[in-house]
C-alpha cells in the first residue's frame, strides 16, 4: 500500500508539472519532452483506437488533477473561470501573482475598485496568511480568502475581520465557489508599499495626473521624489490612480472568454493573446508518436 501512495503521489506531481508554465513555454518551442516523459513513465490514455493529440492529454491530466488532487493551478483556474463568469467585462483586468510587500498575492482584480485573493488549497498551511493579508490591505480595497469548505477553521483564526471569504467546494467533479462572508472595503492606502508594486512610469503617471506635472527630476531621485509626493495624495484619490494606473496594462483578460476553460489560468499567468493562444494550440494539437 505504501509503494501504491508513492506510486500515485509521484504521478500527481509528474501530471503537475504538465499544467506548468515551464511545461508550455516548451511546447511553444515545439519542446514535447517532458510531456513525452509523463505519457511514456504512466501510459498514453484510452480514445478508442482514435489518434491522440497533445491537446487530448492536457485535457486527460486537468481531469485527473481536478479529480485527485486539487493543486494551485486547479483552483487558480477554477477561480479565474468563477470571476470571468462574475466580472468579465472589457473593463475588467485580472493580474496573478501580484507582488506586495514580501508577499505576492495569488490574483488580483481591478474594474471599479481593487481586489486581491489569496487562496489556500486542499494541501496547504496557514504559515505566512496573517502577513500576506496584512501586505495585501495596505493597498488593496478588498482582501479575500479562498479556501475549501472543509479548512475554513484553520484559516479564519490568521486573518482579520475586514478580509473577506470565499469558500470552495466540490459537487460531482465540478469545483464551486460562495462568499460566505463579504470583504470589509480599506479607506487607508499605503503609498510607500504602493510605490514599489508599481513600474517607474507608472508612478510617474501617478504623480502627473494627480498633480498635473512632472517636478524636475533624475533617474536617481525620481524614486524618492515620487516617493514624497505620493505620500501627500488622499487615500481615496491614490486608491483611485492606482486602479486607473494598473488598468492602462495590456491585459488578456476580454480574451479568456474565448480560450480553454482548462487553460484560462495558463493563458493569464503568461499573457497569451490570442494569436499566441492559436500559436499554442496549434502545438497541442500535434498528434502524440510515443
Not at 77 to 99: K, R
Request: charged residues 25%; glycine residues 4%; aromatic residues 14%.
Amino acid at each position: 500500500m505504501a509503494n501504491i501512495d508513492s506510486y500515485e503521489k509521484w504521478k500527481t506531481l509528474r501530471y503537475s508539472a504538465v499544467l506548468s508554465r515551464g511545461n508550455f513555454n516548451k511546447l511553444l518551442h515545439d519542446d514535447f519532452a517532458l510531456m513525452d516523459d509523463v505519457i511514456f513513465d504512466y501510459g498514453k490514455i484510452n480514445a478508442n483506437s482514435a489518434p491522440l493529440t497533445y491537446k487530448d492529454y492536457v485535457s486527460y491530466v486537468f481531469r485527473y488533477l481536478t479529480k485527485h488532487y486539487r493543486n494551485e493551478y486547479i483552483i487558480k483556474n477554477a477561480l479565474l473561470n468563477h470571476l470571468i463568469d462574475e466580472y468579465g467585462t472589457s473593463q475588467t483586468i485580472a493580474l496573478n501573482e501580484f507582488a506586495v510587500g514580501t508577499s505576492i498575492a495569488d490574483m488580483v482584480l481591478f474594474n471599479g475598485c481593487s481586489k486581491a485573493f489569496e487562496i489556500k488549497t486542499e494541501h496547504d498551511s496557514p504559515k505566512r496568511l496573517a502577513s500576506q493579508i496584512s501586505n495585501y490591505s495596505e493597498i488593496f480595497q478588498y482582501c479575500y480568502l479562498v479556501a475549501h469548505e472543509d479548512y475554513l477553521s484553520k484559516y479564519q483564526k490568521e486573518i482579520d475581520a475586514n478580509t473577506g471569504i470565499i469558500k470552495y467546494y466540490i459537487n460531482r467533479g465540478h469545483i464551486y465557489f460562495e462568499e460566505i462572508k463579504p470583504a470589509t472595503k480599506n479607506t487607508q492606502i499605503n503609498p510607500y508599499l504602493l510605490m514599489r508594486c508599481l513600474r517607474t512610469e507608472e508612478y510617474k503617471m501617478i504623480v502627473r495626473l494627480y498633480y498635473g506635472s512632472l517636478p524636475e527630476m533624475n533617474a536617481f531621485t525620481a524614486f524618492t521624489i515620487c516617493e514624497q509626493l505620493l505620500s501627500q495624495i488622499p487615500a481615496e484619490s491614490l486608491h483611485q490612480l492606482f486602479i486607473q494606473i494598473i488598468k492602462g496594462r495590456k491585459n488578456n483578460m476580454k480574451y479568456l472568454k474565448k480560450y480553454d476553460k482548462s487553460l484560462r489560468q495558463m493563458c493569464l499567468s503568461m499573457h497569451l493573446f490570442p494569436n499566441e493562444y492559436r500559436m499554442i494550440n496549434e502545438k497541442l494539437l500535434t498528434p502524440i508518436k510515443i
